[in-house]
């Protein structure tokens, strides 16, 4: 895929409209898997993500229809299928298919996704509970089986609170017998749309704070669903607007899930008008350090933002330090960093960053390895002097449908290296 060059300095200004949510939009396409009807989906992003999800929809015989950003996924003449092992291994929202199939035909085959950049991530989670659930599964070291008759329901506290886990056990209670309790369970807003998605859709679910209940066997019928703005990217553009200026409008959000990234930019006194689907924001100061910063899972800060704000802070005001609590391996954007001539030394041992702020940095020639490390690549880009070139961008286009034209709209020297 052609690389994206840079030429920093300019500020961003303007409005932009958010697209819809990547990690919310996944879910829903397995949910789609459970219905014997119709489901439609507005504000649906155009990423490959969405496409590959679709194409395993499909071979499993769902009808689709896309149209712009609505998308229709017709699940009433469905069959067994094992999906296609290099589409399905090469995503990790595709381990959702597990609990769907089974609930749908009481059996599944998935290829294991792989691990990725970002680490290890295994199912060993997403097996224990669905075994509590009846489900016989046999893992090897690239395919999961797994059957069952019918899926109970109980009472679970999986060994994580894990979003991939929460959103399985969902799938998998709602056409369960029985009533099913997700104890300590991850509370991403993404967990809280699936819930909306299959609630409208008839299923019986009670989400508390960090409990769901779910009463399962009701029959789910035709929905029409609006996938919610992406936090992530939302929050990632707000970053960019710190590092090199700003004075603009973001919309189609819901701003009560950008609480951390807010509260820095309200610590930081720059002029912030906050509505419920808008935030409009005027910054012009230097970025300031962060003395000690760890992901967490929601509402914590994001491990999705991490490289982003670690790109953020190399032209902070003092040193800063970032620690990555989620996944094993996902620093390597931060090593990056180092091209464009930020002080960053990474610790891979205790999976911490120090970055030392600098005031000036200078335009390099990087690759991105993964989404949100690429993401990170452009904000450096955006604020570095001179030209930068980023490849790697097939990364970015499975979660970004139109970073470039976003920023550009915005003013940034952005573009396409055709
Ligand atoms: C979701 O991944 C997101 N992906 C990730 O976003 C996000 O970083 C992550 O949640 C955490 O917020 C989608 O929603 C498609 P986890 P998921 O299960 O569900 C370990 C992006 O850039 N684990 O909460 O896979 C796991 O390895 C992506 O958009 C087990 O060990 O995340 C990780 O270290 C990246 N065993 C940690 O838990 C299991 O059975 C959290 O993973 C399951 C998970």
């Not at 789609?32 to 219905?35: T, V, Y």
């Not at 929601?298 to 994001?302: H, K, N, Q, V, W």
């Given at each position: 895929m052609e690389p994206i060059v840079i030429k920093g300095g300019n500020r961003l200004t303007g409005r932009l409209r958010v697209q819809g949510s990547k990690n919310a939009t996944l879910p829903l396409l397995a949910a789609?898997?459970?219905?014997d009807g119709v489901t439609t989906l507005t504000n649906c992003p155009d990423i490959t993500d969405v496409s590959g999800m679709l194409k395993l929809l499909s071979q499993f015989g769902c009808r689709i229809v896309r149209c712009q950003h609505t998308v229709t996924i017709d699940a009433r003449n469905v069959y067994y299928c094992e999906p296609d092992a290099g589409i399905a291994g090469a995503?990790?929202?595709?381990?959702?298919l597990l609990a769907v199939s089974l609930a749908r035909f009481h059996q599944a085959a998935l290829p294991m996704p792989g691990g990725c950049t970002i680490g290890k991530r295994p199912l060993d989670g997403h097996m224990e509970a669905l075994r509590q659930m009846g489900a016989h599964i046999t893992a090897g070291e690239r395919n999961v089986f797994a059957e069952a008759s019918c899926l109970a329901g109980c009472v679970l506290e999986p060994m994580l609170q894990s979003v991939g886990i929460t959103e399985q056990l969902i799938l998998a209670a709602v056409c369960a017998k029985g009533v099913t309790t997700i104890k300590k369970c991850a509370r991403e807003p993404e967990i809280f749309s699936l819930c909306q998605f299959l609630q409208a859709a008839g299923a019986d679910i009670l989400y508390l704070d960090d409990e769901i209940m779910i009463c399962g066997g009701a029959t789910l019928h035709d929905v029409c669903f609006e996938v919610p703005g992406d936090r992530i990217i939302a929050a990632s553009y707000l970053c960019m607007g710190l590092s090199v200026g700003c004075d603009m409008t973001l919309y189609g959000?819901?701003?009560?899930?950008?609480t951390w990234i807010l509260s820095y930019a309200k610590k930081m006194q720059c002029h912030l008008e906050i509505e419920q689907e808008h935030v409009h924001i005027r910054a012009d100061k230097q970025i300031e350090h962060i003395p000690y910063l760890e992901t967490a899972v929601?509402?914590?800060?994001?491990t999705d933002l991490q490289s982003v704000v670690c790109a953020m802070l190399a032209t902070a005001d003092g040193t800063s330090v970032v620690v990555e609590t989620?996944?094993?391996?996902?620093l390597q954007a931060a090593k990056e960093?180092?091209?464009?001539?930020a002080d960053v030394r990474v610790d891979e041992e205790n999976r911490s960053v120090t970055i030392v702020g600098r005031k000036h940095l200078n335009g390099a020639v990087v690759a991105a390895k993964e989404l949100r490390g690429g993401v990170a690549l452009i904000l450096a880009g955006l604020r570095a002097e001179g030209e930068t070139t980023v490849y790697g961008c097939e990364y970015i286009v499975r979660g970004h449908e139109s970073i470039v034209e976003d920023l550009r709209s915005l003013g940034a020297q952005i573009a396409w290296m055709r």
């Open positions: 789609a898997l459970l219905i995503m990790r929202a595709s381990s959702l959000i819901e701003t009560n899930q950008l929601y509402p914590g800060f994001p989620i996944f094993e391996n996902r960093l180092g091209k464009f001539g």
